[in-house]
């Protein structure tokens, strides 16, 4: 008789003070734990116009040196109201000693990057290392991405892109509150 198994025993934690204990090497993300939702300013050159954007973050851990990372964003009209899906990632950064990041990140898009960068506690910059692209994505060079903690619980994300035949330039800025 074939025995199904029992609900999976290791839940992530979204705080700090939530078990399971963050590994140590988590020590320089910690801060970013949690929910975060806000509002953003997208733009690039290929594009008619600049865009204004909500975006939701979520960074969880198991107990192992890595966050899992999920993001979704919705574009907003004028008066602020839902316009339409946007951009969709989930992936994982691997914590190293010294603060160093990789980070794997897939969108529905058809693109899968690795990135490497630094966490010091109150900013994480990570840089393109790779970009794999499925036969019908669109072209992606590189990406950089900045997210800044202030002391006041504000999460600041900067996102810069190289795609579509254009160098590396601003795409995306948001200000992100954690939801508690
Ligand atoms: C908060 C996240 C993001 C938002 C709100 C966003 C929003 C947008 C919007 C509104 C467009 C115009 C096309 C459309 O209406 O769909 C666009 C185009 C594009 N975005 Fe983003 N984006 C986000 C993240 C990303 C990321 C992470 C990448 C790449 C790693 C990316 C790469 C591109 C590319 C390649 C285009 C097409 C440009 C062109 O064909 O001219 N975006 N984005």
């Given at each position: 008789m074939f025995d199904p198994a029992p609900e999976y025993p290791y839940p992530d934690a979204h705080r700090p003070d939530e078990a399971p204990?963050?590994?140590a090497l988590?020590?320089?993300v910690l801060g970013l734990l949690g929910t975060w939702r806000g509002r953003g300013r997208g733009e690039y050159p290929t594009l008619a116009g600049d865009f204004t954007y909500a975006q939701e973050v979520t960074f969880s851990h198991d107990g192992r040196p890595f966050l899992h990372y999920e993001t979704r964003a919705w574009l907003l009209d004028a008066d602020d109201?839902?316009?339409?899906?946007?951009?969709r990632e989930s992936g994982w950064w691997r914590l190293q000693p010294d603060g160093r990041v990789e980070a794997l990140i897939t969108q529905p898009t058809g693109i899968a990057e690795i990135l490497v960068g630094r966490?010091?506690?109150?900013t994480v910059d990570l840089a393109t290392h790779e970009?794999?692209?499925?036969?019908?994505?669109?072209?992606?060079?590189?990406t950089r991405r900045r997210?800044?903690?202030?002391?006041?619980?504000?999460l600041t994300f900067?996102?810069?892109?190289?795609?579509?035949?254009?160098?590396?330039?601003h795409h995306l800025s948001a200000q992100l509150r954690r939801q508690v």
């Open positions: 204990a963050p590994h988590l020590g320089p109201a839902p316009l339409r899906p946007s951009a966490a010091d506690g109150t970009v794999a692209l499925a036969p019908t994505a669109k072209e992606v060079n590189a997210y800044t903690l202030a002391d006041d619980g504000t900067v996102h810069d892109l190289a795609a579509v035949g254009q160098p590396l330039q």
